[in-house]
């Protein structure tokens, strides 16, 4: 099992939207719709900001939002704040086991 | 609300055996479909999930750790515990404690606990 592939590192400016691609097999992310995303602040823990796919948790913000074509599963953030400047990871569940992306550092310039 | 904290050494040497404990409130780990994951993270790199019990002690292990890695669970104490041998260099990181929900996402972490490998 390998990591889903993710971009190192993606920048844009505030007010901004950008997308972040997670690219899996047919066998994770193209297999299911048990795809996560999770944000992370330095020195904190990860907070899950989507799940199955394009589901908002309570408390995230709508300009958040996920989607999921073949192999490949989006994390798109519209008007971007600068709070919004982290890493996120994405995941996909698999036969009782979890994949984790390699991490994509947002900048917000 | 659900809360986990992970606890155990700062500091192990190379071949010891860590070895540590992930204390949770506001579930159950019988309730079916629930588990508990451990997730690590080196310092400045990506997170590795590691292995997960299930509420039925049904376990899952990552492929490249499965020889050297045990998670076990007392619903007594609302406690998991991790096992992990022959520690290395490598093996230093943050390693994470979170509840798996039974729609197949972990929602909740706890705060972390760095773990340095270092004689």
């Known amino acids: 099992q390998s990591a889903l592939t993710q971009p190192a590192s993606v920048s844009e400016s505030p007010g901004q939207s950008i997308a972040i691609s997670c690219t899996g097999t047919?066998?994770?992310?193209?297999?299911?719709?048990?795809v996560s995303w999770y944000q992370q602040h330095p020195g904190k823990a990860p907070k899950l900001m989507i799940y199955?796919?394009?589901n908002r948790p309570s408390g995230v913000p709508d300009r958040f939002s996920g989607s999921k074509s073949g192999n490949t599963a989006s994390l798109t953030i519209s008007g971007l704040q600068a709070e919004d400047e982290a890493d996120y990871y994405c995941s996909s569940y698999i036969s009782g086991s979890t994949l984790f992306g390699g991490g994509t550092k947002l900048t917000v310039l | 609300q659900i809360t986990l904290k992970e606890s155990g050494p700062t500091l192990v040497k190379p071949t010891q055996t860590l070895t540590l404990t992930c204390t949770f409130s506001?579930?159950?780990?019988?309730?079916?479909?629930?588990?508990v994951g451990w997730i690590r993270q080196p310092p400045g790199k990506a997170l590795e999930w590691l292995g997960i019990?299930?509420?039925?002690?049904?376990?899952r292990y990552s492929p490249s750790l499965k020889s050297r890695l045990t998670i076990t669970k007392d619903t007594s104490k609302n406690q998991v515990v991790l096992t992990l041998t022959n520690m290395d260099p490598v093996d230093t990181a943050t390693y994470y404690c979170a509840h798996w929900t039974t729609v197949l996402y972990f929602d909740s972490w706890g705060q972390g606990t760095l773990v340095t490998v270092s004689s």
């Open positions: 047919s066998s994770d992310v193209g297999g299911n719709k048990y």
């Open positions: 199955d796919v394009s």
């Open positions: 019990i299930y509420w039925d002690d049904d376990k």
């Open positions: 506001g579930f159950s780990l019988t309730t079916s479909g629930v588990g």
